[in-house]
């Protein structure tokens, strides 16, 4: 079950068509995937409980398009998270996926639109394929027009 202030996010801030994103929501298949109930959602009340989720999970999608790990962003700041997850990706046994963090306290922001969950740190782990073929997509949309190479660079690193 999705927590209802990650629930408000998806709807009122990640799927409402924008003209930064060429008319297009911030994260076009986040409500569908939400409708769908194609969204696994764990909390946890700390970054070492969401941590040891991860990295002991059997990680397998065939419920759901992401895994939503939400846990306090206090006790480690978004460079920590970053780096954290870099290491992590460089040796992980599933390279088939991709992790893509969310830090109340690191800007993410595309022409001054905030996509930021404020409320908690979150890491969203997805099949890599199915995230390139949208990105894929959505650059052939326009969807990419307003971002600056730093910040699409680093958001699709991963």
């Not at 997805?126 to 949208?134: F, G």
């Amino acid at each position: 079950m999705i927590n209802k202030s990650l629930e408000k996010w998806i709807n009122n801030t990640l799927s409402k068509p924008n003209p930064i994103f060429n008319n297009m929501p911030a994260c076009p298949y986040a409500k569908k995937a939400l409708m769908d109930n194609k969204v696994e959602v764990n909390i946890f009340d700390s970054w070492v409980d969401a941590y040891s989720f991860l990295v002991t999970k059997e990680w397998n999608f065939p419920e759901v398009e992401v895994v939503i790990i939400s846990f306090p962003s206090k006790g480690i700041t978004p460079d920590m998270l970053s780096l954290t997850l870099d290491k992590l990706t460089d040796s992980w046994k599933h390279d088939h996926l991709v992790i893509l963090e969310d830090h109340p306290d690191e800007v993410e922001e595309v022409k001054e639109f905030n996509l930021n969950f404020k409320e908690s740190a979150l890491l969203l782990i997805q099949p890599r394929s199915k995230l390139n073929e949208a990105r894929a997509y959505l650059e052939t949309q326009g969807y990419y027009k307003n971002w600056t190479k730093d910040y699409k660079d680093s958001v699709q690193r991963r």
